[in-house]
């Protein structure tokens, strides 16, 4: 297992309602500490997507390291607030218009326009406020298409053809743009990353007012055996070299920031659930591990086709190929297919299991808890606790009463 010991795991499974989501103060400080530490031309900033994870608990413990965070949404904005950041290190970068827009502007907090209509919209709500511009580069590299955020199929950000638009704005409103913000696609290599960075550099090139590059990638963070780890040291060494190259070139110092999510953390968190029951279809074809845990707690196998690590806690000494499922009534709620492809089911080698055996699942600390499609089938949310420095464990989220479920739910028959 990837940080939780057996003994721990048999402690949560006796003290706790499974499944729970269980976290590793210790492992989150050794990812801060590692993005704090890496090379960088002249300073960098660490942003922290808090879509991948919001528990007060986990953007508190960024605030104390002085991480600044990045929103996808005003209620996320107002979450962090929330969590005691300041309003000038939140910024949000938007899919969806906030509503409240004027009064967030009015607190301080940045605003990353990924629109030409979003850059008026927000001169008119308040001039003089600085502006940050988000750029599709239109740039290919990564696993396939529906995790791509930087080409041509992507609607985030603003097209890079459209750079003569912006700049036609920033003359007629005299905008005050400061950031050039770029997100693009994973499996990236050192390489890649210095072409992107001149690339990008050319962008802030043709902006004498801006003083930061925001790039981010979706590095690759194994979690299953077969994945490698991006190299982020060799990659941040490149990529302050071309900044270093520039300021020769300009004498512009361009500060960096980076907005890691999943890469950062996705290992600092385990699930720790139960098998449910042992099936088989026909005579012996598949055989079937139903878990009391998956698609309500760890939606992003199914959102993203990837696979988990994945143990069986018992004394068996025999093995088995089996298929993990869920405990949703939903076909989809299947955890062992094959890599990108959930048309076919790829059983995996686990210790022959007995119904009420603890299961682990490891590297669900992204886009899980937070993407969860809990109370569905009526499932309560789950329990979250943290694994603190001292080693005790704390809850850090209630697991919801049944009746929680459908509070919001008003009589009329
Ligand atoms: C989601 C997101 C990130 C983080 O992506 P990861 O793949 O989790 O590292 C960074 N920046 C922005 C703007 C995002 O929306």
Same mark, same amino acid.
């Given at each position: 297992?990837?940080?939780?010991?057996?003994?721990?795991?048999?402690?949560?499974?006796?003290?706790?309602?499974?499944?729970?989501?269980?976290?590793?103060?210790?492992?989150?400080?050794?990812?801060?500490?590692?993005?704090?530490?890496?090379?960088?031309?002249?300073?960098?900033?660490?942003?922290?997507?808090?879509?991948?994870?919001?528990?007060?608990?986990?953007?508190?413990?960024?605030?104390?390291?002085?991480?600044?965070?990045?929103?996808?949404?005003?209620?996320?904005?107002?979450?962090?607030?929330?969590?005691?950041?300041?309003?000038?290190?939140?910024?949000?970068?938007?899919?969806?218009?906030?509503?409240?827009?004027?009064?967030?502007?009015?607190? !301080?907090?940045?605003?990353?326009?990924?629109?030409?209509?979003?850059?008026?919209?927000?001169?008119?709500?308040?001039? !003089?406020?600085?502006?940050?511009?988000?750029?599709?580069? !239109?740039?290919?590299?990564?696993?396939?298409?529906?995790?791509?955020?930087?080409?041509?199929?992507?609607?985030?950000?603003?097209?890079?053809?459209?750079?003569?638009?912006?700049?036609?704005?920033?003359?007629?409103?005299?905008?005050?743009?400061?950031?050039?913000?770029?997100?693009?696609?994973?499996?990236?290599?050192?390489?890649?990353?210095?072409?992107?960075?001149?690339?990008?550099?050319?962008?802030?090139?043709?902006?004498?007012?801006?003083?930061?590059?925001?790039?981010?990638?979706?590095?690759?963070?194994?979690?299953?055996?077969?994945?490698?780890?991006?190299?982020?040291?060799?990659?941040?060494?490149?990529?302050?070299?071309?900044?270093?190259?520039?300021?020769?070139?300009?004498?512009?110092?361009?500060?960096?920031?980076?907005?890691?999510?999943?890469?950062?953390?996705?290992?600092?968190?385990?699930?720790?659930?139960?098998?449910?029951?042992?099936?088989?279809?026909?005579?012996?074809?598949?055989?079937?591990?139903?878990?009391?845990?998956?698609?309500?707690?760890?939606?992003?196998?199914?959102?993203?086709?990837?696979?988990?690590?994945?143990?069986?806690?018992?004394?068996?000494?025999?093995?088995?190929?089996?298929?993990?499922?869920?405990?949703?009534?939903?076909?989809?709620?299947?955890?062992?297919?094959?890599?990108?492809?959930?048309?076919?089911?790829?059983?995996?080698?686990?210790?022959?299991?007995?119904?009420?055996?603890?299961?682990?699942?490891?590297?669900?600390?992204?886009?899980?808890?937070?993407?969860?499609?809990?109370?569905?089938?009526?499932?309560?949310?789950?329990?979250?606790?943290?694994?603190?420095?001292?080693?005790?464990?704390?809850?850090?989220?209630?697991?919801?009463?049944?009746?929680?479920?459908?509070?919001?739910?008003?009589?009329?028959?």
């Amino acid at each position: 297992m990837n940080f939780l010991t057996r003994e721990q795991a048999i402690y949560i499974d006796k003290n706790f309602v499974t499944p729970v989501y269980v976290y590793s103060e210790d492992k989150l400080d050794e990812a801060i500490d590692s993005f704090l530490s890496f090379p960088s031309a002249f300073w960098h900033d660490v942003r922290f997507a808090m879509k991948a994870n919001s528990n007060i608990n986990i953007l508190k413990k960024f605030k104390n390291r002085w991480l600044k965070i990045d929103c996808s949404s005003e209620y996320e904005a107002f979450r962090a607030l929330n969590a005691w950041f300041d309003a000038t290190d939140i910024q949000i970068s938007w899919q969806e218009t906030p509503r409240e827009l004027a009064k967030l502007l009015d607190l !301080g907090v940045f605003i990353v326009a990924s629109s030409l209509d979003q850059i008026k919209a927000i001169w008119e709500l308040k001039n !003089g406020v600085k502006i940050w511009v988000r750029i599709n580069p !239109g740039m290919w590299s990564g696993a396939f298409k529906a995790i791509s955020t930087w080409w041509e199929t992507s609607a985030f950000g603003i097209w890079h053809e459209f750079i003569p638009e912006i700049k036609e704005l920033v003359q007629l409103y005299n905008l005050d743009l400061t950031k050039i913000h770029i997100h693009i696609g994973s499996e990236n290599t050192p390489e890649s990353w210095t072409n992107s960075a001149n690339i990008w550099l050319d962008f802030v090139r043709q902006f004498p007012s801006v003083t930061t590059l925001d790039m981010w990638g979706w590095f690759k963070m194994a979690i299953m055996p077969y994945e490698k780890t991006a190299d982020l040291q060799a990659i941040w060494i490149s990529v302050a070299e071309k900044f270093q190259d520039f300021y020769n070139q300009t004498s512009r110092k361009i500060h960096l920031e980076v907005e890691p999510g999943k890469y950062m953390v996705i290992n600092s968190c385990s699930v720790v659930a139960n098998v449910d029951s042992v099936v088989n279809t026909w005579v012996d074809w598949y055989k079937f591990i139903r878990t009391n845990t998956w698609m309500t707690e760890m939606p992003r196998v199914t959102m993203y086709w990837v696979q988990q690590p994945i143990t069986i806690i018992n004394d068996s000494t025999e093995k088995d190929e089996y298929v993990v499922v869920g405990h949703c009534c939903e076909s989809g709620d299947i955890l062992t297919t094959k890599l990108y492809d959930q048309e076919i089911l790829e059983p995996v080698s686990l210790n022959t299991p007995s119904v009420w055996d603890v299961i682990v699942f490891d590297g669900t600390w992204a886009y899980n808890s937070s993407m969860s499609m809990k109370n569905y089938n009526s499932f309560p949310e789950a329990w979250e606790v943290l694994i603190k420095k001292s080693w005790e464990i704390v809850e850090i989220r209630k697991r919801e009463k049944p009746e929680d479920v459908w509070r919001n739910e008003i009589e009329v028959i």
